[in-house]
């Protein structure tokens, strides 16, 4: 059984960056399309990147384009979140998510995702 766990999570300055990891356990990833998602107190959830199977195609929500970079190693059986330029408002607990499909959708939704890792935090001071 496939199992997702995020790390990386912390404080930071606004301003700052941060490198999210979602390693996995009891499954290759390499299968799955993966996606990281965020929730802000009192918000829903939203998607803000996907990264295909191979790693080839990439997807972001148009609020952090530009700022997120997305990745994936696949013999570590890791995906990787690159987070800059944060600011106070991206406060949240961010996942991972896999996906049933190798191949991410134009919109990144959670319903399309059925294994999550627990979340993490990220705090960004202003």
């Known amino acids: 059984q496939l199992q997702l766990v995020e790390s990386g999570g912390g404080l930071v300055q606004s301003g700052g960056s941060l490198r999210l990891s979602c390693t996995a356990s009891?499954?290759?990833?390499?299968?799955?399309?993966i996606g990281w998602f965020r929730q802000a107190p009192g918000k829903e959830r939203e998607g803000v990147s996907c990264i295909s199977s191979g790693g080839g195609n990439t997807n972001y929500a148009d609020s952090v384009k530009g700022r997120f970079t997305i990745s994936r190693d696949n013999a570590k059986n890791t995906v990787y979140l690159q987070i800059n330029s944060l600011i106070p408002e991206e406060t949240a607990i961010y996942y991972c998510a896999a996906s049933s499909l190798s191949q991410c959708n134009r919109s990144i939704v959670p319903p399309a995702f059925a294994s999550w890792g627990q979340g993490i935090q990220d705090t960004v001071s202003s």
């Open positions: 009891g499954a290759r990833l390499h299968y799955y399309a």
